[in-house]
């Protein structure tokens, strides 16, 4: 399989992407799918290709970490490759097998860099806070949901896993998440080795140990979640260097309500400026927003934008821009934050580009990204306050 003349092996895909990686480059290609119907609008992807790189990106990282870019294939290319990935998709996914030749370039977030060994931590986070509408059941929106899912089979076990732990800042309580994230993943926690899945949900729990083992620098689970701590608390640009290794800790210890500490982040951290960003949900009146075209908000916010000249790259425009624009805008922004990934990669040989982390006088570069910041539909704000609905019935029948 080749594009551009360079081989390229398949990734994974989802509903709407299927995503190659071009092998011995620092890039992935997603490929948008096509249902025969329509040609996907332009506009459309070139507005979200904006959004993920003028809005979401600098308001998480405060510069323009990446930027996505959209590319055109040969049609001679898309007909090869939807051939040659046929076989290699999984077969409920193969219904929709033709792609656009307009597609995304992305830098791949798995790997620091090709031609380096990388390891990548993967978190779906979700929400880490308690909104105001859970309040008075002491329960955040991820618990509660995990028993509808229990009970809708769409989980087996319920998962230990708090995000009001993770976005604690504590470390205690943030090892007792990524610990309860390892026992249990679901679909909110992946370990990558040089971009391939060495770890998921249908991965045997013993081996997560295991594979750490077996990697020089971590040796050990303990070693493992301090450099992940240290670096979702970093700025993402300093070297750390981390003195004490923590003792290790039992997590058998749930309690029935979720821990609604006052958070204790830094301010410049990368987990703080997350956690700001989802926040922003909390001033909204629902029943106004949901009357709005599903994707014209994107276009608007980004017509707002350049009217009023904003580079969210500039802490004055972020400023502005959280206290001015649309609460609906906001809203949405917030919809991406609760549920996007954070990748977070490790490579023991160090390079320049990179920050460092030291440990037991070890050094590695590391390097925190996020992904899936694709804007979401104007419906998945009606679709939250459903499930809302749902959850606290659940929660007052028991
Ligand atoms: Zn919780």
């Known amino acids: 399989m080749s594009v551009f003349g360079k081989a390229v092996k398949y990734l994974n895909e989802g509903n709407v992407h299927v995503v190659i990686c071009i092998l011995n480059t620092d890039y992935v290609i997603r490929l948008i799918k096509e249902d025969g119907k329509t040609v996907k609008d332009m506009e459309i992807i070139r507005n979200s290709v904006s959004f993920v790189n003028l809005v979401m990106i600098p308001l998480l990282f405060g510069y323009y970490q990446y930027k996505e870019e959209i590319i055109k294939l040969s049609s001679e290319d898309i007909l090869r490759l939807s051939e040659s990935l046929f076989n290699v998709r999984p077969k409920h996914r193969r219904v929709k ?121 971590y040796n050990s689970l303990n070693v493992f979640l301090d450099l992940i701590i240290k670096i979702l608390l970093s700025d993402g640009i300093s070297d750390i260097v981390i003195k004490e290794s923590s003792e290790e800790i039992d997590i058998n210890h749930n309690t029935e309500k979720c821990n609604n500490d006052r958070h204790k982040l830094p301010a410049n951290c990368f987990l703080n400026q997350l956690l700001t960003l989802q ?25 707002d934008m350049r009217e009023l000249n904003i580079n969210l790259i500039n802490m004055d425009d972020r400023k502005k ?24 990669c490790m490579s023991p040989q160090t390079h320049d580009l990179y920050p460092s982390i030291t440990i037991n006088n070890k050094s590695l570069s590391y390097k925190i990204s996020v992904t899936d910041l694709e804007p979401k539909s104007i419906k998945s704000l009606t679709k939250r306050k459903t499930t809302e609905k749902k959850l606290i019935e659940l929660y007052e029948k028991k």
Do not use: H, W
């Open 321 to 344: 821009f959280l206290e001015t624009m649309d609460p609906l805008y906001l809203a949405m922004i917030s919809a991406v934050a609760k549920d996007c990934s954070i990748m977070i």
């Open 97 to 217: 097998s033709t792609f656009s030749q307009i597609a995304i370039k992305a830098p791949n977030l798995t790997i620091i860099s090709y031609n380096s060994e990388n390891y990548c931590l993967e978190i779906k986070p979700k929400e880490g806070f308690l909104a105001s509408n859970f309040n008075k059941y002491s329960k955040c929106y991820y618990c509660l949901k995990q028993v509808l899912k229990l009970q809708e089979n769409e989980v087996e076990n319920i998962s230990g896993y708090c995000p009001l732990d993770l976005f604690s800042g504590e470390r205690k309580r943030m090892r007792k998440a990524i610990l309860n994230l390892i026992k249990n993943p679901q679909n909110n926690l992946k370990l990558f080795k040089d971009g391939n899945i060495v770890y998921n949900e249908t991965s045997n729990v013993n081996n997560f140990e295991m594979l750490l083992r077996n990697i020089a620098p």
């Open 279 to 303: 926040k922003l949900s909390e001033n909204i009146d629902l029943d106004s927003a949901t009357k709005n075209d599903d994707f014209q908000y994107v276009f608007k916010l980004l017509n």
